[in-house]
Structure formats: C-alpha cells, structure tokens
C-alpha cells in the first residue's frame, strides 16, 4: 500500500499579521527545504497552492532550472526532491487531482501555531498515515491559515510547542519537525 502522506503549502487563504486575508508570495526556500524533508519521509507529493499567476510563473521557472535544466544535472539529488512539487490555483483543485489519482477523497489536516489545541495528536496521526486513506497535511504561509480555511479541515493538528514563549517557527522548520514527529525513526 505505502505511504499516501501529501503535503500542501498554501499561499491563500492564510492572513497577515493584522489578520487580513491575503495571497502571500511563494519564497524559494520554502520550495526547496520542504521538497527536500518530503523527500526524506517519503511523502507522495508536495502541492503548491497559489492563486497568483506570477507566483505560478516563478516557481515553474525555478522548477524547471532545477528538474530539466542546469540546476537538475549538476544536482540530480535536489531534482529528486523537487520533482515531488505541483503547482495549483485552489486547495479544492488539489483535492480533486488527488481524489482522481487515490480513487478516495483524501482527509485533510491543518496546522497551525497560533496556540489553540487541536483535535488531533501526532500519536493518532501518525497510526493514520499507513492507512488505506490517503491524507493531506496542510501548511499555511504568512501568520497561518484562515480561521475559515481551518473549520473546513477534517482534523486540525496539536501545535508545537516549544520551550519558552517564543513561538514563529519558520513553515519549512515546522514541516521538517511534523514529518519527523510522524514518519521519523522513534528512539
């Protein structure tokens, strides 16, 4: 059966600082750091989620120096890790691309930092990842997902929490964290 863990880092709906909505712009490193930690756990695909056609533009034009151009053949272990990314406008278009390539719709699970306790534990997660039902983990950019976006999900993940009161992880530091708390080797 394998692992049917997807990843989706979504640039809209998530809001700013002042809790606006907004679109957030794609950074390059997000692109390359979680391809990379989706690579190592054995993700099945990483999904990109911007309505923004120039944001679209951008991480094609990085996609391709990395898969078929240069970048791709001077380090074919970044290519590997790159190619699990696919670009879509909608978190619903992901949904449906993926339902098609599963036969099942997908459960979907969000994260976030902003200190509520979710209804799901990385415990419980984790036993659910090598189920038949393929499962979706939701990241947001920017200050996080929409209040909105969050009641839609199947299951809202316990947040990290860390030492002190100091709690801005970046999403790429958070991702790492969260697959090596599912699909990492326990000591």
Same mark, same amino acid.
């Given at each position: 059966?394998?692992?049917?863990?997807?990843?989706?880092?979504?640039?809209?709906?998530?809001?700013?600082?002042?809790?606006?909505?907004?679109?957030?712009?794609?950074?390059?490193?997000?692109?390359?750091?979680?391809?990379?930690?989706?690579?190592?756990?054995?993700?099945?695909?990483?999904?990109?989620?911007?309505?923004?056609?120039?944001?679209?533009?951008?991480?094609?034009?990085?996609?391709?120096?990395?898969?078929?151009?240069?970048? !791709?053949? %001077? &380090?074919?272990?970044?290519?590997?890790?790159?190619?699990? *990314?696919?670009?879509?406008?909608?978190? $619903? +278009?992901?949904?449906?691309?993926?339902?098609?390539?599963?036969?099942?719709?997908?459960?979907?699970?969000?994260?976030?930092?902003?200190?509520?306790?979710?209804?799901?534990?990385?415990?419980?997660?984790?036993?659910?990842?090598?189920?038949?039902?393929?499962?979706?983990?939701?990241?947001?950019?920017?200050?996080?997902?929409?209040?909105?976006?969050?009641?839609?999900?199947?299951?809202?993940?316990?947040?990290?929490?860390?030492? !002190?009161? %100091? &709690?801005?992880?970046?999403?790429?530091?958070?991702?790492? *964290?969260?697959?090596?708390?599912?699909? $990492? +080797?326990?000591?």
């Amino acid at each position: 059966m394998g692992n049917r863990l997807y990843i989706a880092l979504v640039h809209h709906p998530v809001i700013d600082k002042n809790g606006q909505t907004i679109a957030s712009a794609v950074t390059n490193l997000d692109l390359h750091d979680i391809a990379r930690a989706s690579k190592t756990y054995g993700v099945k695909g990483y999904y990109i989620i911007t309505p923004l056609d120039d944001q679209q533009t951008l991480v094609r034009q990085i996609l391709d120096h990395w898969t078929t151009g240069v970048g !791709g053949i %001077y &380090n074919p272990r970044r290519r590997e890790a790159l190619e699990l *990314i696919r670009i879509k406008p909608t978190f $619903g +278009e992901m949904i449906d691309g993926i339902t098609d390539a599963e036969g099942r719709r997908p459960q979907t699970v969000v994260t976030t930092a902003r200190g509520r306790r979710g209804n799901l534990s990385y415990s419980r997660l984790r036993a659910m990842v090598g189920q038949s039902t393929p499962l979706v983990l939701t990241f947001g950019t920017a200050w996080g997902l929409t209040d909105e976006f969050m009641a839609s999900a199947d299951f809202i993940l316990d947040p990290l929490i860390g030492a !002190g009161d %100091y &709690n801005h992880l970046s999403v790429r530091s958070a991702a790492a *964290i969260v697959l090596d708390r599912l699909l $990492g +080797e326990s000591f």
